[in-house]
């Protein structure tokens, strides 16, 4: 069966460090989203891309965080000068097409990459 | 815009007996609703979901869910705990029309099993 995955799963890095998450979604999908979820708290919308270009992005998404697929095959997500704060489990997801009212199209969850920052 | 409550962030029932979970949205459009479980250290893996055909859900592992328009609820059921039932549960929202994919969670509610 068909899945989402990622890497790592496990990121250590140094405070003021970029760092780029990977994400391979299921490969006749064309929307794909991040999220992250801080420890013990709930899961939370970071973006959507979808034809190369961001759909929606949250107020958490600033300037230091970007997404790409660079390659048709891979998605990522970018951090350009990590921040304690950023420390968290990042999920990302992918659904074949947009659900609209009359039609639903499940979005498919990664395994997740925990990022640590020291 | 979209929100969901998740009411008690902690449930704790003894094994055998009734789950309720509870979880209450506000859309401005008929949303679909979903119901995620979490295991410690795992990713999000998805229970059930109601996509606007029938109004009672049935997920995996026993748990059912019912959409009620008028409370506004889709309260998570179970008859009969287990010991592996033990995770974190959320509960996520999405706009059926004019948006752009993204769900929004509650806060989750932690159950626990007693033996």
């Known amino acids: 069966e068909p899945e989402v995955t990622q890497t790592p799963s496990h990121q250590v890095t140094q405070m003021g460090q970029e760092v780029i998450l990977r994400c391979v979604p299921i490969s006749n999908h064309l929307y794909f989203y991040w999220y992250r979820q801080i420890l013990g708290q709930k899961v939370e919308f970071l973006v959507s891309?979808?034809?190369?270009?961001?759909?929606?992005k949250s107020e958490i998404f600033d300037d230091q965080f970007s997404v790409e697929r660079p390659d048709g095959s891979n998605f990522t997500l970018k951090i350009r000068s990590t921040k304690l704060e950023d420390s968290a489990m990042y999920f990302c997801a992918s659904s074949e097409f947009l659900s609209s009212a009359s039609q639903y199209y499940e979005q498919f969850f990664g395994p997740g990459t925990r990022l640590t920052v020291l | 815009a979209q929100s969901v409550t998740q009411l008690g962030s902690h449930v704790s029932v003894s094994e055998g007996a009734l789950v309720l979970l509870r979880c209450n949205y506000s859309s401005s459009v008929p949303p679909y609703l979903f119901w995620y479980v979490q295991y410690p250290n795992q990713g999000l893996q998805l229970l059930l979901k109601y996509t606007s055909a029938a109004t009672l859900v049935k997920g995996i592992n026993d748990f059912e869910a019912e959409f009620k328009k008028s409370e506004t609820s889709f309260h998570l059921t179970k008859p009969s705990a287990h010991m592996s039932d033990a995770a974190e549960y959320f509960c996520a929202v999405s706009e059926g029309s004019g948006n752009t994919g993204k769900l929004i969670f509650g806060q989750g509610t932690t159950l626990q099993v007693k033996p």
């Open positions: 891309f979808y034809n190369n270009e961001i759909s929606e």
